[in-house]
């Protein structure tokens, strides 16, 4: 059964520390990993990882893919109060036609 | 990218109606998606949109429950039909573009309440 893991659930952090939100995967036909920031209803895009080993990065986020592994990780340094969100990844399969979420990662960043 | 118009963003509904979520996109699109997220849950996939044809949906959802239409490349519903309290959720349309290795872009989300 196709499935995606992430984890933790929820995090509690200071601003200034730095995080690394967990996303293990087992989807067949896998072609990408993408993650997304929700903060209120529709989710943002953040990412999308396609090849292994392969840091992308924007600002104080980034993120890689181990394909090999099946999981990817997202670290946010110096965080702030604007990251306190919940994150998602999701597994999208090879033609696009299907997107797997995990159940999300809830960050809360205090002042 | 796409840009997604969703509407309505929220209703408050009595038990045993039915509403019909638009969803509108700036371009053409390959995908179009229902997703339903429950509070403090994720995103779980309600159905493909097809152009022209019945949508595709996922283990617990039904046609009859929300039915679906895409009459072109732009523009789908979902109707949330004889609701009741658990239907409570986010509902969110989301489309994948033309592009190679494209995201998944989302509406704003219409945020449902039955009372």
């Known amino acids: 059964e196709d499935k995606v893991v992430q984890s933790p659930l929820s995090l509690v952090v200071h601003e200034g520390d730095t995080v690394t939100l967990n996303c293990s995967y087992e989807v067949t036909n896998f072609r990408s990993l993408l993650w997304y920031k929700q903060e209120k209803k529709a989710p943002t895009f953040l990412f999308m990882l396609?090849?292994?080993?392969i840091e992308k990065k924007s600002g104080r986020l980034s993120s890689i893919l181990d394909k090999k592994e099946l999981f990817s990780i997202l670290n946010i340094t110096a965080t702030q109060t604007g990251d306190s969100a919940i994150y998602l990844c999701?597994?999208?399969?090879?033609?696009?036609?299907?997107?797997?979420f995990g159940s999300g990662t809830k960050l809360n960043v205090k002042p | 990218s796409a840009v997604i118009s969703q509407k309505p963003s929220r209703d408050i509904c009595q038990r045993g109606t039915s509403l019909t979520i638009q969803c509108q996109v700036d371009?053409?699109?390959?995908?179009m998606f229902w997703y339903r997220q429950q509070p403090g849950q994720s995103l779980t996939l309600i159905a493909t949109?097809?152009?022209?044809?019945?949508?595709?949906?996922e283990s617990g959802f039904v046609i009859d429950k929300f039915p679906i239409s895409r009459p072109n490349l732009t523009f789908s519903t979902l109707t949330v039909s004889n609701m009741s309290p658990e239907d409570s959720s986010i509902y969110l349309c989301?489309?994948?573009?033309?592009?190679?290795?494209?995201?998944?872009?989302f509406g704003q989300g219409t945020r449902l309440t039955v009372v």
């Open positions: 396609t090849s292994s080993g």
């Open positions: 371009s053409q699109v390959t995908m």
């Open positions: 999701a597994a999208v399969f090879y033609n696009f036609n299907k997107f797997y």
């Open positions: 989301s489309v994948v573009g033309a592009g190679v290795d494209t995201e998944a872009f």
């Open positions: 949109a097809n152009q022209g044809s019945e949508a595709t949906y």
